[in-house]
């Protein structure tokens, strides 16, 4: 992987380190994230920093205890995929200067602020479009009744239950329980037409909007 076939794959490990991390952050439907362009802004930083890594690397002829030019390479990359985002992120590279006589040193920029700003910025956009795809799915269930709406939390449940044991998986089903009972209980004094939204927004943000269609078209021709 010398030459440009080694900067091809850095880039390509790299944007999908990008995107796997936009995923986790939202999983209502990670392969819709790659329609996001806030996604892509992220992942582009992805890239780009991998590709600014390897870069480095070679410049530096960092080999990593490898002699053999093609292990030496092949190091060289994977480090330089996998690892952009940790090298960046750190204050290695990082320019400061004082802001006044005597005052203290203050950091002005690095690779790490240039890339966590990047990261708010495709986080705030993201969280605007994914809020618009959670309401557009919960409006599924305005046709329905509140009693009926009430019966799709077990459904869901039931669907999402999984036969491994996964502290993450069950942490998120004791909190969408919670939601819905909260929801039922209803201290603020919602409309049922509002309680259904809410709901609908609750079961699209724990099992993602196609379960939630699942359900209701199980509960429709039940």
């Excluded at 530096?60 to 992120?89: C, E, K, Y």
């Excluded at 495709?122 to 046709?143: H, I, W």
């Excluded at 939204?197 to 939630?212: C, E, N, P």
């Amino acid at each position: 992987m010398e030459g440009w076939a080694g900067f091809l794959v850095a880039a390509a490990i790299g944007g999908i380190v990008g995107w796997v991390e936009m995923a986790q952050r939202y999983s209502d439907a990670p392969s819709h994230v790659l329609l996001w362009p806030a996604a892509w802004l992220y992942i582009g930083a992805n890239i780009a920093a991998s590709l600014a890594a390897l870069g480095l690397v070679r410049s530096l002829h960092w080999t990593f205890g490898q002699t053999d030019p093609t292990s030496r390479a092949t190091i060289q990359v994977l480090v330089a995929g996998f690892g952009a985002m940790a090298l960046f992120r750190s204050r290695l590279f990082t320019a400061a200067q004082p802001i006044a006589t005597g005052s203290e040193v203050k950091f002005l920029w690095s690779p790490a602020t240039l890339l966590e700003g990047m990261l708010k910025i495709a986080d705030r956009e993201a969280r605007k479009t994914q809020g618009r795809s959670r309401l557009r799915a919960a409006r599924t269930v305005s046709k329905l009744t509140w009693a009926d709406v009430r019966k799709l939390p077990p459904i869901v449940l039931a669907l999402m239950e999984s036969d491994e044991f996964d502290t993450r998986a069950q942490e998120q089903a004791a909190e969408f329980a919670r939601d819905v009972k909260a929801c039922e209980k209803n201290p603020e004094g919602y409309s049922d037409d509002q309680r259904k939204l809410m709901l609908g927004v609750r079961i699209v943000r724990f099992a993602g909007a196609r379960v939630l269609r699942e359900a209701i078209a199980y509960l429709r021709h039940k």
